[in-house]
């Protein structure tokens, strides 16, 4: 879709500092825009004469139907774009029935989204802290308002190296919180991100941890951040239920393969009964349904939720879903490919 | 040929929208770029010492000789460039000896097209309609007025996402008018074409339906829109005479593969007795060549007609073909290739 | 070497219709610019810890030791750049031992030309033309006068498409006459090349002219404009000595291959016998050796000597082939290549 | 690093002339670019659920412990960039651990580097002149001070070509001189640096001249500017202990390969014995990173210590080997690489 109005607006409301914060890369952004140029370099072959008479984009998450395979990513800190924060997104998304994946690092609790959209679909997004009791605490007050599964965030031990938010001392505004956690947040660490990270944040974890976080409270677990067949094969091995692909939205590894090449990569070779999820660029319902062709279940989709909800709150955001949705019903017809089943490898030029 | 020119002329004749609606693609435009910029990238192994004293480029197009493998693509509403319309085009098209493939969306009525150039070769671009029995109507009237050969569109189900045309709110100009269909458009859908489109084409077609239009009054079947060699094979299989490799001009979905890339992954794999045309970002004689060096019998020329009749009616069409036809001759003979048949896949590079 | 300078002072020199005239090519000028860039895109791959302390750019061309394997490519009507004309870039290529290719379409004749370099090593550019007999005469003419080989042009059986030339409405000046050829030249078809090339040269040669050519005075023969291993092949066998790797320096077929990729083709199958030369976009003494270490015996430039030409005459002319002739040498030091022997193939990527 | 802010002060600081003897390369600069681009081209495959909790970049070089495989490479006139000098630069080094290779073309005396940093780990880049008696005594002097390796430059047996020196008339500036080698300086060569080559450098230098280097004070002895693995080879049978895999930072042979191209043929094929180190365009933690996993045991940084050390002093040099030193680090964190050894090929996408 054409995010440039939306972009565009979402800079003015927010101020350039937290919209750099959501915008940026980690150092010259490089792995940033190969995210997004991998799907613009995929090459379709659409298939012709096949009853696309009538299309359902409608696909199966975990074993339970959903109406569609696009996802909201976690994002750290919604109400740096809009006051209606992440209940604003979460609720955009049930209302088209997407997942809603909250952050770890969201300004509003997960209690409150729960509240907001208690019987839409939500997972939760886990950073594990060095502290085990409060990592256990995160997985209860999850598991205890609903949401269905974890998805652990392994590719960020340490922060990236992000240019614009050190230009900008960018920190947390005074007025918000990072409301999942605010117990731990020391108050001179303030809102410095990156402090709050190096010193709650578990840089020591492996694959055995997984097996333990899965045991807590007997939820699906995703493993988020994985870019490589054999890591995800040992995420499987290890006891997750499947794994995002997913570079951080080029805010880690500067050089990191695009998510489009890593998926690539681990499709093929993927367990047939693990669940395979990927994010990362995707701006249009075609990188959608190119992603479901190369073997996604699921695409998460970050920074143009976010942009949706700083234009117009969680109007906005609904709206962006809406129209990524419907783009990707558009480019199944287009394909050929009248559902989630048809959209098989062959689609893309190899 | 240099058509930059006669494309500024056209934008300021035409007016913003109307150019937009001709020089648009899907998206962000990056298969209409690439249906150029495939052409551009092949590489040509010009042989020498060939006798080119005499150059030779007729052909032979359904069994009949015809002067030049060039043909009129079928675009819609030749109207919005110029008031001599789709009888211009035509009339040029005969002029030179192309084949003038008329278009269901046309704003002359295929009578008054056969009127404008009886003797000349024309083929009919048919929209199949939910309403089968105003496709057969089309196709009776093709028939009765001595068109040769139907070409169904199949990749357009539905519109693609055309950016500029919303932006535009580009709509049928109060005083034109689909003349082939009229009858059939609602007074409100008025001149949104993707109305028209939603509300009367039909996206439930299957290679089964090729069979049943190609007996409707026996004239001979082309499938335009084809990407793949499995469905060029098929659309063989399921009676049609031949395929026209073509990705609407960038219009549907785009990271459609180029034609060019198409034509070389079906050239070699379609059946000797079935014929192979392409469009698609042909804007030179030396693309044609590369073209029927590819394995094309034919090549479809849509926007340069369409920029020369808004330049110069009647006579700027014919004069966009004429110079195509002379930069084809040229090319052959800087090729060592005197005749058609001398056009071969070794003068491009792999 | 750094020829925007003597490229700028050129085109204020000689005014923009003649600066037109050498310096562009055919249609869209891609193979133009391929043919330069092809030679920047090599990867060169040098040895270190050969004895370099002395150097030798020496060769042997057609048996005979030759200071130089930098050649001046024949390019029409020097005049144009310079009073001097061909009797200043022929006196510049004595003066540096360079071998000299005099051009039939020359604004100096090639009697003049043998007379300003009467010791100098002289190669006669040939087109053949209709006229048989003038052809034999301007073979009689050449040997008659001391060139010692015929190189026969075989890319132009018609001009290229240059659009430059047509906007300018370019013609030979007035006060410039095609010297060797003035005789044939029609009062009425004036400076138009393109109308003298129409109907003087002869579009109908093939390979079994090459033996007639070669036998009329016994020259060596060499086919400038071959572009195929086959085709290479074909000369050799038809009786040439060798072939000049050229697609016209991108003025013919835009979309040739660019020489270094042709001559990457040619180089490993042609026959050890046969003499390969290389000539387009060779701008620094670093392309020289590279063309040398993928096969080429001598190379041929020619807009660069023009430039020069027009810059300072025949002394600019010199500078700048002297210029060339250093760098090959500092070249060869640096890729640990003493001799031109030493330029093999595994100097460049593969 | 974002090394922009500082290369804009240096410029500043140093004035023109010495800026571009900086920063320049050989003629279109197409390798030297070509450098940098190449770390940019690799894609990276981080791993995750390593325990990164304690990451050590710290390493073996010529078999004694050292805190980082980031290296000063030689560069020459550091007091072109500041009144520092060599001893800035090389302090800096010793304050962060990194090995200073300090370069016979500097404008302090080895002698005066080994007092201000002697402790540290040093190395002395040597160009043999054709002085043989003169290039002993430079290795006596190295070795009477404490210089631990040779490292021999032999990628300039002549200097390559330097437009902007040449633009710029550069030469070496009245006040500085070339410490180690003014003896050998005839007042009227001055400062001109290609003069000064010309005259005392050897060219005719072979891998059999290596033992005897070797033998003379009995130093390991490093072989610096090979590109390809057959000369790799060579020198560690000729009795190097490892080779330097560079270009010169691009300013011998333009259109050379690039170093990561280089160490990619290079790494697979040499001898585990052998030490390996890479220059040349690294600009980042990240980089070092990539070069460690692609097989080279230290990298050496030549410009942006010298940007550091024009915007700072020692102090500035020191900052930017300790933000790339901590780049590193954060690289190996998040790549999944707690230790050098982990720094593995599968982590560079092929």
């Not at 190969?34 to 370099?41: G, I, T, V």
């Not at 493993?223 to 091995?237: F, N, T, Y």
Request: net charge negative; with cysteine; hydrophobic share 45%.
């Amino acid at each position: 879709m054409d995010l440039e109005p939306l972009v565009a607006r979402a800079r003015e409301r927010m101020g350039q500092p937290a919209f750099d914060y959501i915008v940026g890369g980690a150092e010259d952004e490089r792995t940033l825009r190969d995210n997004e140029d991998a799907w613009h370099r995929l090459r379709l072959r659409p298939r012709v004469l096949r009853d696309v008479g009538s299309v359902d984009a409608s696909t199966t998450l975990l074993d339970r139907a959903t109406p569609t395979p696009i996802m909201v990513a976690p994002t750290a800190m919604h109400r740096l774009a809009h006051v209606d924060g992440e209940q604003g997104s979460a609720a955009a998304a049930a209302q088209v029935g997407a997942v809603f994946v909250a952050a770890t690092m969201a300004t509003q609790s997960l209690e409150s989204v729960a509240r907001v959209a208690p019987g839409a679909r939500r997972w939760f997004q886990l950073y594990v802290h060095r502290d085990r009791g409060m990592t256990r605490d995160l997985v209860d007050r999850a598991a205890d308002t609903g949401f269905e599964a974890l998805v652990v965030t392994v590719d960020a031990p340490v922060p990236g190296i992000r240019r614009r938010d050190r230009a900008n001392g960018f920190e947390l505004p005074e007025d918000l919180e990072l409301a999942n956690v605010r117990a731990s947040l020391n108050s001179d660490s303030g809102g410095a991100m990156d402090e709050y990270s190096d010193a709650a944040l578990e840089p020591g974890l492996t694959f055995d941890d997984l097996a333990w976080l899965a045991a807590l409270r007997d939820l699906p677990l995703f493993v988020k951040g994985v870019l490589r067949a054999d890591d995800a094969a040992a995420c499987i091995e290890a006891g997750a239920s499947g794994v995002i692909v997913s570079n951080h939205g080029g805010r880690q590894v500067d050089g990191a393969v695009s998510t489009v090449d890593a998926l690539r990569e681990i499709a093929p070779r993927l367990d047939a009964g693990a669940e395979l999820y990927v994010d990362g660029g995707v701006r249009s319902g075609t990188a959608v349904a190119a992603a479901l062709a190369l073997g996604a279940r699921g695409v998460l989709v970050g920074r143009p939720v976010i942009w949706g909800l700083a234009a117009g709150g969680r109007d906005g955001a609904a709206a962006v879903l809406t129209e990524l949705h419907e783009e990707l019903e558009r480019a199944m017809t287009l394909l050929g490919a009248p559902t989630v089943a048809d959209l098989s490898p062959d689609l893309v030029a190899t």
